[in-house]
């Protein structure tokens, strides 16, 4: 068992040191380890488990509960495919067969050039868009089986792809050190909403709806007005 290298076991215990409870940087420290690992490897957990003076059980134990750590190599692009209700309803099924059958691979597999790895994946709370896929945990939205195979296709021959409410897609491993706490400088591309988001928003202003006033309180803290000033951050 090779360890990490000194600049990844620093940069592990840098995210150690942001928290009162050094512990709390686990999650952050595991998707450091995939940014540069690939995959939650046994170096990582024991760095990990000798940074925060926890058992490598303990880490194990976080790493394999959540899903976004990857026990096994992933591509250059984790392209997720929602097959929750609505999106399966809309389409996610579809686009889902279609991408195995095109890529050639199974449900958590990864095509034979390491560009793609291809999961279905539980809601993304985007059913408005519906049906939605991730690419490197970036909306693709209002998806269709033809428009997914293409995408694919660019991810895989080297176009640009851009999130349709979001930035450019960077690869998996560039993803994972952003989530670990090291910005990208790329949180600001794109839109963050849509006309399908701000729908409910636009019918209260027409209708002139305003969320009741609480208990103790003199102005109503859902009103339209309190909702113009979010939608404008």
């Known amino acids: 068992m ?16 942001r928290y009162p409870e050094k512990r709390s940087g686990l999650l952050p420290m595991l998707h450091l380890v995939q940014s540069t690992e690939g995959r939650i490897t046994p170096e990582g957990i024991e760095a990990c488990a000798d940074i925060l003076g926890i058992s ?7 790493a394999t509960f959540y899903t976004m750590y990857k026990r096994k190599p992933v591509g250059d692009y984790h392209v997720g495919v929602c097959t929750n209700t609505l999106c399966a309803v809309m389409g996610g099924d579809l686009i889902f067969e279609r991408l195995k ?14 560009k793609i790895t291809l999961e279905h994946v539980e809601c993304n709370a ?10 490197n945990w970036e909306f693709m ?12 296709d660019d991810l895989r021959s080297g176009v640009e792809v851009t999130s349709t409410r979001g930035p450019r897609i960077c690869t998996w491993r560039e993803a994972e050190r952003v989530l670990a706490g090291f910005p990208d400088d790329r949180a600001d591309e794109g839109p963050g909403a849509g006309p399908a988001s701000l729908a409910g928003l636009r019918i209260a202003r027409e209708r002139g709806w305003t ?10 803290t859902g009103s339209t007005t309190d909702a113009t000033t979010q939608e404008g951050k």
């Not at 985007?126 to 690419?135: E, G, H, I, L």
């Not at 939205?141 to 694919?152: G, H």
């Open 126 to 135: 985007a059913c408005d868009y519906a049906p939605v896929m991730m690419v």
């Open 141 to 152: 939205d209002n998806m269709t089986p033809e428009s997914a195979t293409r995408l694919v």
């Open 211 to 220: 969320a009741p006033v609480s208990a103790g309180s003199t102005t109503g």
């Open 101 to 114: 059958e095109h890529l050639d691979v199974g449900n958590d597999e990864t095509t034979a050039d390491g």
């Open 56 to 62: 490598a059980a303990d880490v194990s134990g976080v």
């Open 2 to 17: 090779t360890a990490l290298d000194d600049k990844t076991y620093a940069e592990l215990e840098d995210i150690a040191a």
